[in-house]
T-cell receptor, first 112, second 112 residues
Framework: QQPVQSPQAVILREGEDAVINCSSS?????VHWYRQKHGEAPIFLMI?????EQKGHDKISASFNEKKQQSSLYLTASQLSYSGTYFC?????????????FGQGTILTVHP | DTGVSQDPRHKITKRGQNVTFRCDPI?????LYWYRQTLGQGPEFLTY????????KSRLLSDRFSAERPKGSFSTLEIQRTEQGDSAMYLC??????????FGAGTRLSVL
C-alpha cells in the first residue's frame, strides 16, 4: 500500500523551516527520501534503515520511527533551491527488498 | 547527473505502435529498477533485475510490456501496441546492495 505524505503542499520564505511526514500501514525495512524538480530525475536525499543507520546529505536530516512506521524529513533554513516535490519511498524488506513504494508527494515552494 | 542514463528523453508515438526505451545504469550496480510516473504522482514500481535475472514484475505490467537486461548491463523496456493510457514518464534506477537507488531523468512517452 502507498505511504501517506503530509502535508500535500508547503509554501515557505527563504530561511524558514519545514517538516514533511511519511506514514505507512506496513512494517518497514527502510525509508528513502527524494526531491524531484519538474522534468528531472528524482534526486536522492536520505535513506533511513531499520536499526538506525542513515545515509544522506549533510544539510538534510530525517527521523524514522520503526514502531509507528513513520518517517519525517526536516528542512531547515530553506533555500530557493529546495523548491520541488518531495517523495518518500518505503521498502518493506524481505523477499522484495529494494522495491520502493512511493507516496503521492509533497510540493514545496520557497519564495525569496 | 546521477550517473544513470536513459534514452530517449522524449518519445511521441501513435496508438498501436511499439516503443523501446533504454537504461544504462551506474556500472558497478547489480540491481536495476523500472518505475512509471504519471503527472502529480509518485513513481510506481514496474519490474526489477538483479544482474541479468528479472526477479519481480508488478501487476501493472501487462503482457504488452517486456523488459530485458542482457549480460547484466543496460536494460530495455519495450511496450507493444501502445495505448493512450501508457502515456507517462518511465524512470530507471540502479542500486548496489541495500542502499541508495539512483534515478535517471526518465523517458517521457506520449501516445497520440
Amino acid at each position: 500500500q502507498q505511504p501517506v505524505q503530509s502535508p500535500q503542499a508547503v509554501i515557505l520564505r527563504e530561511g524558514e523551516d519545514a517538516v514533511i511526514n511519511c506514514s505507512s500501514s506496513k512494517a518497514l525495512y527502510s525509508v528513502h527520501w527524494y526531491r524531484q524538480k519538474h522534468g528531472e530525475a528524482p534526486i536522492f536525499l536520505m535513506i533511513l534503515l531499520k536499526g538506525g543507520e542513515q545515509k544522506g546529505h549533510d544539510k538534510i536530516s530525517a527521523s524514522f520511527n520503526e514502531k509507528k512506521q513513520q518517517s519525517s524529513l526536516y528542512l531547515t533554513a530553506s533555500q530557493l533551491s529546495y523548491s520541488g516535490t518531495y517523495f518518500c519511498g518505503t521498502d518493506g524488506g524481505g523477499t522484495s527488498y529494494g522495491k520502493l513504494t512511493f507516496g503521492q508527494g509533497t510540493i514545496l515552494t520557497v519564495h525569496p | 547527473d546521477t550517473g544513470v542514463s536513459q534514452d530517449p528523453r522524449h518519445k511521441i508515438t501513435k496508438r498501436g505502435q511499439n516503443v523501446t526505451f533504454r537504461c544504462d545504469p551506474i556500472s558497478e550496480h547489480n540491481r536495476l529498477y523500472w518505475y512509471r510516473q504519471t503527472l502529480g504522482q509518485g513513481p510506481e514500481f514496474l519490474t526489477y533485475f538483479q544482474n541479468e535475472a528479472q526477479l519481480e514484475k508488478s501487476r501493472l505490467l501487462s503482457d504488452r510490456f517486456s523488459a530485458e537486461r542482457p549480460k547484466g548491463s543496460f536494460s530495455t523496456l519495450e511496450i507493444q501496441r501502445t495505448e493512450q493510457g501508457d502515456s507517462a514518464m518511465y524512470l530507471c534506477a540502479s542500486q548496489t546492495g541495500v542502499s541508495i537507488q539512483y534515478f535517471g531523468a526518465g523517458t517521457r512517452l506520449s501516445v497520440l
